[in-house]
C-alpha cells in the first residue's frame, strides 16, 4: 500500500509518470520513422532535459517524409506551493459579525472590521467591557480586558473597529467571539471602508411604521417614524447601582412601539411629545416576548420632525 502524501507534496507529483510517457512516446517516434534515414529530429520532439514532454519546432520538417510524434500527454500545473501552504497555516480568516455565516470550528482565529453600536459600562476585577459590532450581515457582541477597556465609551459608537485574531467561540450552543492573548482591537479612522459607507447608508432608509417592527428580527438597524405620545422614565437598579431607563411612546395607525434608552435624559425628548418624529439608526430588541428599539449612544441614532410623512400622522393623531 502507498504511504501517505504529507501535506507539502512534491510541486511536480507526476515525475515518475512523465518519465514513462518519455520512454513510450520514444519508441513509438522510432517506429513511425522507417522510411527516414536520420529519426533524431524526432527524438528531439519527446523531451528535455528535466524529463519532462516538450515540443520542438524543428520535427516539423519532418511531416512531409511521413514522420508524426505520437501525441504526449501533460502534467497538470501543482495547485499551490509549499510556501503558501505553509504560510496560510498562520494567517487568520476574515469573519463578518453573523457567525451563523461561518463554517470554521471552534477555536479558529479570525480578522473582524465593523461598526460599535453599544459599549456597555465596564467592570473591574478584572478589568473588562462589553461592546456589540455590526455589520451589513448581522451583529455580535464580544468582551474586551485590561487596557483595551479604556479605548471604548459612549463616543465610539458609530466607529471603525477592527479586531485581530479573535478566537471563534461556542457558548450554550451559540457562536461567540473571544479575546485571546494575541488578539487586538483597536478604533480607526476610515470614511471609505465597507462598513463605514453601509453605516452612513443607514440614514438613507425609508421609515418602517410602528406596526411593522414588530416583525424584524432583533439587533437589526432600523428607522422608524411615529408620534411621540408619551415619555416616561423609572429607575432601575442594575449591578447594584441605580439607573434610569427612558422610554419614547411611539403609535401610528398600524400600532405602537416603544424606543428605550439608558444613557439619555428624558428631558432631551420633551420638545417632540404629541408630535411627529423619525428616529434614525435605532437597534429591533426584544423584552418580555414583545418588540421594541433601542436607542444608540452618542450620535448613533438621529432624531428628525421634518419628513416625508409627517402630516399623515399629524392627521392620524388628531382623528
Known amino acids: 500500500m502507498p504511504t501517505k502524501r504529507s501535506a507539502l507534496q512534491s510541486p511536480n507529483p507526476l515525475d515518475g509518470t512523465a518519465i ?115 455589520d451589513n450581515t448581522g451583529s455580535v457582541g464580544i468582551t474586551v480586558w485590561n487596557h483595551n477597556v479604556a479605548k471604548f465609551s459612549t463616543a465610539s459608537v458609530g466607529q471603525v473597529v477592527t479586531l485581530s485574531k479573535a478566537v471563534l467561540g461556542n457558548h450554550q450552543g451559540k457562536k461567540s467571539l473571544t479575546m485571546a492573548r494575541d488578539s487586538s482591537v483597536a478604533i480607526v479612522v476610515d470614511d471609505q471602508h465597507a462598513v463605514a459607507l453601509w453605516w452612513k447608508g443607514l440614514l438613507a432608509n425609508g421609515p418602517l411604521s410602528c406596526g411593522a417592527v414588530h416583525d424584524i428580527a432583533d439587533n437589526t438597524i432600523i428607522t422608524v417614524s411615529g408620534v411621540l405620545g408619551l415619555v416616561d422614565s423609572e429607575i432601575k437598579i442594575v449591578n447594584g447601582v441605580e439607573k434610569t431607563l427612558v422610554s419614547l411612546h411611539l403609535v401610528d395607525s398600524c400600532g405602537k412601539v416603544d424606543i428605550r434608552t439608558w444613557n439619555h435624559h428624558v428631558d432631551s425628548f420633551l420638545q417632540y411629545v404629541e408630535r411627529p418624529i423619525l428616529v434614525r439608526r435605532v437597534r429591533v430588541a426584544s423584552f418580555a416576548g414583545s418588540k421594541l428599539c433601542e436607542l444608540l449612544d452618542g450620535a448613533g441614532s438621529i432624531i428628525e420632525t421634518t419628513f416625508k410623512g409627517q402630516d399623515s400622522l399629524s392627521q392620524f393623531w388628531k382623528a
Open 20 to 134: 514513462d510517457l518519455l520512454s513510450e512516446s520514444s519508441s513509438t517516434s522510432k517506429k513511425l520513422c522507417n522510411d527516414v534515414s536520420d529519426c533524431d529530429t524526432v527524438a528531439a520532439t519527446v523531451g528535455d532535459s528535466k524529463g519532462m514532454p516538450q515540443r520542438d519546432d524543428s520535427s516539423d520538417d519532418d511531416v512531409d517524409s511521413g514522420c508524426s510524434a505520437a501525441p504526449i500527454a501533460r502534467t497538470p500545473a501543482s495547485p499551490a506551493s509549499n510556501r503558501d501552504r505553509f504560510l496560510k497555516g498562520f494567517l487568520p480568516a476574515r469573519s463578518c459579525c453573523n457567525l451563523d455565516l461561518c463554517r470554521a470550528p471552534v477555536g479558529t482565529k479570525f480578522n473582524l472590521t465593523a461598526i460599535c453600536t453599544a459599549v456597555f459600562p465596564a467592570t473591574a476585577n478584572p478589568d473588562r467591557r462589553y461592546i456589540q459590532l455590526a
